[in-house]
């Protein structure tokens, strides 16, 4: 039995635009797929060289950065803590693992306490809302965005001022 390609992340724009690159014969496409919004599972996708493969869509603003991060979560409503993992980081949000499945419903808020790896080791504190819970997987979207913190935009960008990819 053959093993299926694992989907290919297609970042769709704010026009809902999405470049797809055909994984044997690397031709890239700019496709129009706002009639796809919505649509969790993968997509599958035939190239003119024949190939077929899958791809899964992905709507974000912001770039999202993988990252191995150590920190501390707070439960503001019970003051329940923990240590996590931050496995990737944007702006607006982040996820992180636990060492075992967290008391945490959607909605619940949490104050972050975690370290950046860049040269300054800058220390942030971030309050977030629980978006997602998958085991000891969770997503959270922070409360307060500033306009500009300087730490984390340092972090997520490159001396270069360009995305790290």
Request: some cysteine; overall charge positive.
């Amino acid at each position: 039995m053959a093993v299926s390609p694992a989907p290919q992340k297609v970042r769709l724009t704010k026009t809902y635009e999405g470049c797809i690159t055909c994984p044997q014969c690397q031709k890239r496409q700019e496709k129009p797929l706002a009639s796809f919004l919505g649509v969790t599972t993968p997509l599958r996708v035939k190239c003119g060289c024949g190939a077929r493969f899958p791809i899964l869509l992905e709507m974000r603003t912001y770039y999202r950065k993988q990252t191995q991060l150590a920190g501390r979560y707070t439960k503001l409503t019970s003051q329940f803590a923990g240590q996590i993992t931050i496995v990737n980081l944007s702006f607006t949000g982040m996820r992180f693992v636990t060492a075992t499945p967290p008391p945490f419903q959607l909605g619940d808020l949490l104050e972050l306490h975690f370290r950046l790896n860049d040269p300054q080791q800058s220390l942030l504190c971030k309050r977030a809302e629980v978006k997602h819970v998958h085991g000891t997987t969770v997503g959270v979207a922070f409360c307060h965005l500033n306009a500009y913190e300087k730490a984390m935009g340092f972090y997520l960008f490159n001396a270069d001022g360009e995305l790290e990819m």
